[in-house]
């Protein structure tokens, strides 16, 4: 992985595309491509490419979250209709649509009952251009649920898409409080790639019960709105765990 | 079309969970204020209020107008709100919300019908001529107590503006430019801030500064404004579950405690921003009130 700087309308050397005789490259968000072999930065943020995937895209922290198939977000039920679930993704979204049977296991008759204002994690199966997200809480290839389904008690926490993504990466993308946190405090987090974090705080003898989840909350807010890097973030959590 | 945000059920539960043991979700105690920035525009009468998140800016503009008829000694004074779609999904342009007609609302009664502007020191020649000052609240971001910030804010915005210096000669009035002559700043009587009770349980548990989301899930607010000598202009409480009036008693108490915080903040700031524009040090003689050398020398 390599990052490097960029502006809108910059056009990217061609060191910086991966070359790869067997695949075709792939371009992500912020990147156009111009015929033949020019490719040009719609957006400012950091060209990253994965040389694996033959992929390059450029990352940025900004603007709202734009539903992207198989992205795993955490929404919110807004009313139940027919066969499926009407889902709140982000308020500037159209609602998406969750069909009542997509949970692991479900049946006409087993499936959860979901109540307005209830959250789920769950995984987008589609979002065409010209009609309503599809969303589904199991896997349909293998119809386990892989972690998804309804969210039961907790607190959803609110930080920047950008911030929600490298949360995602963990340790590669920079954000190691969680880890640091963990080794203190018990505690269940879920990420939403769309910009929402929820958290538990757990059971047993290590739940620290609502504070807990507290601190874990505000830490990953301080994170993301002071974009610390892995000193500012060890040290912020040496304070909030002092605190407790 | 945008929807309003709602809280979802997880956090509804989480935040009076929380509320119960004593613990809000930014670490405040209840009876807390988030930090009040005030900033000012380099005109006289642009002020950016921010409460946490929450930030409003005022602008005060006025022009010369003809009185109302049956108001022939006052001069006119507007406050006029408008709640960007910028600072919530739930705003939309031109349709007015809930919140809005009530911000207004306190507004108008908190600051023009408890007479904190002296509107007939607005009066150039009576029944002719007068002020029309105008109050532009724009809300640019929401994370609570817009009430208490939009009031903060106008407060704030109405000392610090300043009108163009008059002139009466009989019928003839002259209105000097900043150039001119220095201008005049409003003549107050005095200054009134809200405070919001946001209250849980009954009555229970009473939130000063509430944030969006713990506004959400009160069972109601109640609107205290006062000025720095404890003399309450209103109070307004909408609807919302029944409280002790012992309880109500007691905020007023503390709502007097954060008048005189916040009116010593505003202040100091009046005062930063005053000697940064007083460069030279000659304000004072500038000032309008000042005796004025006769037009013509004598003799």
Redesign the interface.
Known sequence: METTPVLPGDILPSELIPHSTNKAVKLGPGLRHIPPSTVKATISGTVTSDLRKNAIWIEYNGGRYIPTPSDLIIA?ILRSAGEHYTV?IT??YPPALLPHLSFEGATKKTRPQL?P???IYARIAAAPKHADIELECFNSQTGKGEGLGP??????FDVSVGFAREVIKGRRGGVVVLEELSEKLGFEVAVGRNGRL?VEGGEGERSG???H??AV??CLQVCDEKGLDERGQRELVRQVLKGL | M??????????????L??LR?G?R???RGQDVYRELEISFGEEYGVVDVRLGKTRIVARISCEVVAPYPDRKFDGVFVISTEFSPMAS??FEVGRQNQDEIILSRILEKAIRRSSALDTESLCIIAGSKCFSLRADIHVLDHDGNLIDTACAGLVTALQHFKRPDVEVQGEKVTIFTAREREPVPLSMLHHPLCVTFSYYDGGQIALLDATFAEEQVREGEIIVTMNRNGEVCQIAKYGGVAVDALAILSWTNMALVKVQAMTKVIQARLKEDAERRDKDGIAAELRADNDRPSERPHG
């Open positions: 919110q709140q308020p500037h109540k204002g209830d959250l969210l039961k008690g907790g607190m959803c929820w019960g609502l504070k989840v507290i909350g505000r | 945008p929807r309003e945000v709602e809280l979802s059920n997880n956090e509804r539960d989480f935040i969970g929380a043991q613990l979700l930014d670490g999904p739930a």
